[in-house]
Each structure stands twice: as structure tokens, then as C-alpha cells.
């Protein structure tokens, strides 16, 4: 038996950004669309979620300076 949770046509999770609320799809199958930006930033902190696309910029430029 195979667990539902594995499979390949997994819908995307609809996300809320963690620091805006700006819904998103979030694919865990490693087509996510965070997978093609060049920021590349540490998992998200404890009681953080992912980052909607703009946030994500943002926070990796705050990274740099």
C-alpha cells in the first residue's frame, strides 16, 4: 500500500507569507517557484513559514547588508 502523502500529483499547499499574509502555492515536489530564485536563504526560523516571493527577496537582501 502506497501513503497518499507520497505521491507525485500532490496538489500544492496554499501558503500565507509569514511576514505579509500574500497567499501562495508552495509544491513540495521541487517545482516550487523558490526553487528558481537565485536568494538561497536557511529554513525558516521557529513559528516562521515560508515566504511569499517578495519577502524572500527582501529578507536576502537584509542578509547581505
Request: proline share 6%; hydrophobic share 30%; charged share 30%.
Amino acid at each position: 500500500m502506497t501513503n497518499p502523502k507520497d505521491s507525485s500529483s500532490q496538489e500544492p499547499r496554499r501558503l500565507a507569507c509569514s511576514r505579509c499574509g500574500t497567499e501562495f502555492a508552495c509544491d513540495l515536489s521541487g517545482t516550487c517557484w523558490c526553487a528558481e530564485e537565485t536568494a538561497k536563504l536557511p529554513m525558516p526560523v521557529k513559528g516562521e513559514d515560508c515566504l511569499c516571493r517578495a519577502c524572500l527577496r527582501k529578507a536576502a537582501e537584509e542578509a547581505v547588508s
